[in-house]
Structures are given as structure tokens and as C-alpha cells.
């Protein structure tokens, strides 16, 4: 059996039919994979900005203990510079006290 050019023009046509409809498959597959990175790419980029968010909170807490830590670490040097002037005070008296009552300190 032999086939004629009619034959053949339809293998041809049934063939590239079919390369068509395969082109157009793996166009659609091609584009719904860019659509779901696409998604993803959205995605990752929320996140990315919650995280910002999130560094953002943390940094402004880390600086307002900061400021906390400072100030009460300036109040207790304070308050040891004052309770040293105490503590030479009472020296101070004690000496005093020791030259009014002839005693030695």
C-alpha cells in the first residue's frame, strides 16, 4: 500500500495540528508557571516587608531600653556620687567627734 500526495497532505496537516496544539499547551504551561512565580515573588515580598516591620519594632524597643538602661544607670551614678559624699561626710565627723573627745580614729 502506497500513499498518495492527498495521504500525505493530511499526515502533514494532522502533524503540524498537532505541533500547534503542543505549542500552544507548553505556552499556556510556560505562562501559568511565570503566573505562579509571579505569586510567589508577591508573596515573598509581604514577607519581606512584615520582617521590615518586625526589625523596625524590635530596633525602636532596643533603643527605648537603651534610653531606659542609660537613665537609670545615670540616676545610679548619681546616687553613688552622692552616697560617697555621705560616706566622707561621716569620715569627716568621726574625725571631729574623735578630736573633741581626744580619741584617735
Known sequence: MSLTKDDLAAIKDIVEGANEDLRIDVATGFAEVHDKFAEIHDKFAEV???FAE???????????????????DDKLTVRDGKLEDTVRRVDELQISIAKLTHRTV
Not at 519594632?57 to 531606659?68: F, G, N, R
Open 48 to 50: 519581606h516587608d512584615k
Open 54 to 72: 518586625v526589625h523596625d519594632k524590635i530596633d525602636h524597643v532596643a533603643k527605648e531600653l537603651s534610653a531606659q538602661i542609660d537613665s537609670v
